[in-house]
């Protein structure tokens, strides 16, 4: 690849990522912790990265499910701020993210985990998300793409 061309002369692929409610939300979480500062600063440098036109950001009814649940207004309208600027939402087939969901919910997964792990299963290259136990899962059930806390995507692709 030579400045953002493949060898054949079109357009380098950007890698599409899936960012879960739970990491795009990190930054609003309480800083007191160096875990929360950490995943803090990696998740704002994913989507920095996701602004600069390095990575797809792959978007899913679940995001928007999730977010217009939340009772922060702020925090709502600056996620759905970036939905709207940089977020992609492909045409899913929601039959089978229904199917791959339910499947994974009888592996133990929560409904709503279950349903982001089906549809970035759809579209996305990488799963990111803030949540232990659910890394944990995926790792387990070997879901079909990785699964990812920010701060180990962020050292995997060398971001800076």
């Not at 995926?138 to 699964?147: E, V």
């Amino acid at each position: 690849m030579v400045d953002g061309m493949n060898l054949g002369g079109e357009p380098a692929r950007k890698k599409r990522i899936y960012v879960d409610i739970c990491a795009l939300c990190r930054p609003f979480d309480d800083q007191s912790r160096v875990r929360i500062c950490l995943e803090t600063d990696a998740v704002r440098l994913i989507l920095a990265h996701v602004r600069q036109g390095k990575y797809e950001f792959v978007v899913s009814p679940v995001h928007f499910a999730e977010i217009s649940a939340t009772a922060y207004e702020e925090e709502k309208a600056q996620v759905l701020t970036f939905f709207d600027a940089f977020g992609r939402q492909p045409s899913w087939d929601l039959g089978k993210a229904r199917k791959r969901a339910e499947g994974l919910c009888q592996s133990k997964f929560g409904p709503a985990d279950a349903a982001h792990i089906a549809f970035a299963e759809q579209e996305a290259e990488v799963f990111i998300t803030c949540d232990d136990m659910l890394l944990k899962k995926c790792r387990k059930t070997a879901i079909r793409i990785p699964a990812m806390g920010p701060v180990e995507f962020s050292i995997s692709e060398g971001l800076k």
